[in-house]
C-alpha cells in the first residue's frame, strides 16, 4: 500500500476567483470520479460543510458530502463512517483546532483516518484543520517574531505524520515565534509555517510541493547549537542559536527526511529506499 | 525482535532504605551480567551521574555508567553512543524535562535510544525522565484538582510510546487537573500519574505493572462524553464528562490496548494478537 498525500492549507483559501487550491487537492482525488467527505468538526457554523460541498461540486467532483460529527457520540455513527471507507479524500475545514482533538480523539473516527490514509486516502486540511493533522499540534499562542518560553501551547493531533508542527495564517498573525518556541521544547521535528491560500502537498515519500498564492516557511532546527528554553522562567525570550530556515512558494519542494529544500525547476533526486523506522521519526 | 520494557518511575525513588524500584530495574537488565548506562542530561547538577552509578554497581550490576549530555555537540560523541550500544538498560535521571527535549531532541542519541529499545533494550527514567519516555511530555502546568483550559504545556518528547500521558510526582504535587486537561485536548492516550518512588514496568505486549511504595493513577477518557476545553476562554475551568478513573498499587496491571486493569493476584489472559497498525495509536 501507497500512503495518500496529506495536505495542510493555510487557511484563507481562495474558493472563488482563483481556487488553485481546491482545484489541486480535487485533481488529485480523482477529478470528476472524486468521492469527497467533508469534516466541519472544527468550525461552530453549520453552513460551513454544506458551503464545502457546493464549492466542490462546482469544481467538478462526484460526490462531496459533510459529515458533521458534533459529538464523540456522533463519531460511533455507522453511516457516516462508511462514507469515509469509500472516499477518494476527506477535507477538515477550519475553525478551533481543540474542537478536532477533543471531540475525534481516539475515537472510529481518528482510527479510520489514519487507516485510510496509509491505504492511500488523501487528506486535507486548512487552518484548523491543518494543524491537526500531524501527531503534534499547535493548539493556541501567542504573535510576534521572538520565541517566549511559555508562548505555545501543543496537543496530541490527528497523528498522520510526526515529522511536521503546522502554524497558519502564518505572516498574515505574525507567528513565527510561536513556532520557533514548539521547535526548542524538541527540534527533531520540522516547523512548516503556511500563509493564507497556500499549501503544502506531502506526498507518500515525503517529500512536499507548495502550491497557492502565498509562501511557506520551513524552520528546520536539526543543528541547533544552543537553546536556553529549559533554564527560563516565565515568558522569558528564548536563546536559539543554529536554526535554519527557508522560504518557498508555489512550484517549490522540501524534502522533509533529507531536510533539503528543492526549488521549483531543480531535478528531484529518485525517492531513496528507507527503512520503516525513519518513518515514525 | 522484541520491544524492551519501558519503565516511567514518578521521582523520589528510595534509594537506600527499600530501593524495590531500582532493584526490579537492575533484575529486568540482568542482575549481575547487566550493563547500564545513565543519562544525567535532565539535572543541572555534576553529581547526579556519579551518583547513580554509585548506587547501581552497589546494587550488583556489571556496569554503571554515565554519559554526561550536556550540548547537541555531545550528541555526536561516538564513544557514548557506542556505550549505549553495548548496554542492557539506559536510566533517565529527573530534573528539567525540557532540557532533556532541547538537547537530545532530533540527534543520534535519541534515535538510538528508540532503535535499541525497539531491539530489546530497557529503558527507565525518573521525574523528567519519566515524562521524556513518551511521545506526547507534559513540560510544565500548574497545580490543583481542578483542569483549567491553559493548566498544561505539552511538547514532544522522546517517543517510545504514544499510548501513555506521565506525569509524576503525582499526589504528592496535586496534579490531577494538569493531566486531565492534557487529555481533553485528545482523550487518545491514557493518563498514568506516578506517585514518589513508584513504577509501571510497560511489557513489550502493552501491560504494565506497578512496583514502588505508593499509586498510580489510571485517567482513561476513552469514554468520554462530553467536554468544554473548545469552547473556553484564558484559564477557565473545563468540564469532562465520562471520564474513567484506576488507582493502582504495587502488583496491580492494566492492559494499554484493551484499556483494562488488571488487579494483583487475578489471572492474565495471555496477550492477544495485534496488528502492527495497533502500535501506533
Redesign the interface.
Known amino acids: 500500500m501507497t500512503r495518500g498525500y496529506i495536505v495542510p492549507i493555510g487557511g484563507g483559501i481562495d474558493k472563488v476567483k482563483e481556487p488553485e487550491v481546491l482545484r489541486r487537492f480535487v485533481s488529485l482525488c480523482g477529478g470528476r470520479k472524486a468521492r469527497l467527505v467533508i469534516i466541519p468538526t472544527a468550525s461552530g457554523d453549520r453552513s460551513t460543510g454544506p458551503g464545502y460541498e457546493e464549492i466542490l461540486l462546482e469544481l467538478g467532483v462526484k460526490r462531496a458530502v459533510s459529515v458533521p460529527f458534533e ?3 456522533d463519531c460511533q455513527r455507522e453511516d457516516w463512517l462508511e462514507l469515509i471507507r469509500e472516499a477518494d479524500g476527506v477535507f477538515l475545514t477550519g475553525g ?1 483546532q ?2 478536532l ?3 475525534l ?2 475515537t472510529p473516527v ?2 479510520l483516518l ?2 485510510r490514509n ?1 491505504d492511500g486516502m488523501h487528506i486535507a486540511g486548512t487552518s484548523a484543520g491543518a494543524a491537526f493533522v500531524s ?2 499540534m499547535i ?1 493556541y499562542g501567542d504573535e510576534g517574531a521572538t520565541p517566549r518560553r ?1 508562548m ?6 490527528l ?1 498522520l505524520t ?1 515529522r511536521i508542527i503546522v502554524d497558519q495564517h502564518f505572516r498574515q498573525r505574525d507567528r513565527l515565534g510561536r513556532l520557533l518556541t ?1 521547535l ?6 520540522i516547523g512548516t509555517g503556511l500563509d493564507e491560500d497556500t499549501a503544502i502537498f506531502i506526498a507518500p515519500d515525503d517529500t512536499l510541493e507548495v502550491v497557492g498564492s502565498g509562501g511557506v516557511t520551513i524552520v528546520d ?2 543543528d ?4 536556553s ?2 533554564a527560563l522562567k516565565a515568558n522569558e525570550p528564548v536563546t536559539l542559536i543554529g536554526i535554519r530556515l527557508h522560504i518557498l512558494v508555489a512550484g517549490d519542494g522540501y524534502d522533509l527526511h533529507a531536510r533539503r529544500a528543492l526549488p521549483a525547476g531543480a531535478t528531484r533526486p529518485a525517492a531513496s529506499a528507507r527503512s520503516a ?1 525513519d518513518g ?2
Request: proline share 4%; charged share 20%.
Open positions: 459529538s464523540r457520540t478551533n481543540l474542537r482533538g477533543t471531540t480523539g481516539g481518528s482510527t489514519r487507516e496509509a501527531e503534534h493548539a511559555r505555545v501551547t501543543l496537543s496530541p493531533g497523528g510526526n514548539a526548542a521544547y524538541n527540534p527533531f521535528a532546527a536539526h541547533l547549537e544552543f537553546s528554553v529549559d523506522r515514525t521519526r
